[in-house]
């Protein structure tokens, strides 16, 4: 996976990816993710937005302001992406659920917001941890 994703160019250049989320990760009131040009932000007012830097331009968001205070987005092991207000009410999801597993969600450089789940290679190795 990693390495399809690598080699498609989608990962931010230098150090560690900051352009994702993986499964159980979470972006917090006030945190990004970024790439070059744009970055995802957990807003204030619980709305999710996807900015464009320059030209400074709004892109995308999920009409969730007003929802709650504290909101906080989440990949699921299900692949669901969903944001949760304070009372940990869902107030936006993707509904993309499907079978337990390792899912991402990446700020492309295309500018396109992806969840990726399928895999296509595994070195057969699991232990239970
Ligand atoms: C995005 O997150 C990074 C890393 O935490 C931070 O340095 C940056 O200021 C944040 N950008 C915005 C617009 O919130
Ligand atoms: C949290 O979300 C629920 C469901 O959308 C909503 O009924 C509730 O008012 C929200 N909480 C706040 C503090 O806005
Ligand atoms: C996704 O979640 C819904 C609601 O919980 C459930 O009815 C549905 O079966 C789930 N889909 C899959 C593929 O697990």
Same mark, same amino acid.
């Given at each position: 996976?990693?390495?399809?994703?690598?080699?498609?160019?989608?990962?931010?250049?230098?150090?560690?990816?900051?352009?994702?989320?993986?499964?159980?990760?979470?972006?917090?009131?006030?945190?990004?993710?970024?790439?070059?040009?744009?970055?995802?932000?957990?807003?204030?007012?619980? @709305?999710? =937005? +996807?900015?464009?830097?320059?030209?400074?331009?709004? !892109?995308? $968001?999920?009409?969730?302001?007003? &929802?709650?205070?504290?909101?906080?987005?989440?990949?699921?092991?299900?692949?669901?992406?969903?944001?949760?207000?304070?009372?940990?009410?869902?107030?936006?999801?993707?509904?993309?659920?499907?079978?337990?597993? @390792?899912? =991402? +969600?990446?700020?492309?450089?295309?500018?396109?917001? !992806?969840? $990726?789940?399928?895999?296509?290679? &595994?070195?057969?190795?699991?232990?239970?941890?």
């Amino acid at each position: 996976m990693a390495v399809v994703i690598a080699a498609l160019g989608y990962f931010a250049t230098g150090g560690a990816a900051t352009n994702q989320l993986l499964s159980g990760d979470t972006l917090k009131t006030g945190e990004n993710i970024s790439d070059i040009n744009y970055y995802l932000k957990m807003q204030s007012d619980c @709305n999710l =937005v +996807l900015y464009q830097i320059n030209p400074e331009k709004t !892109v995308w $968001y999920t009409q969730t302001n007003g &929802n709650g205070a504290e909101c906080v987005l989440t990949l699921g092991t299900d692949g669901n992406l969903f944001i949760r207000n304070e009372t940990q009410s869902i107030v936006w999801e993707t509904k993309s659920n499907g079978t337990l597993g @390792n899912y =991402v +969600l990446l700020l492309q450089q295309d500018r396109n917001l !992806v969840i $990726y789940g399928v895999p296509i290679w &595994n070195s057969g190795t699991t232990i239970t941890v």
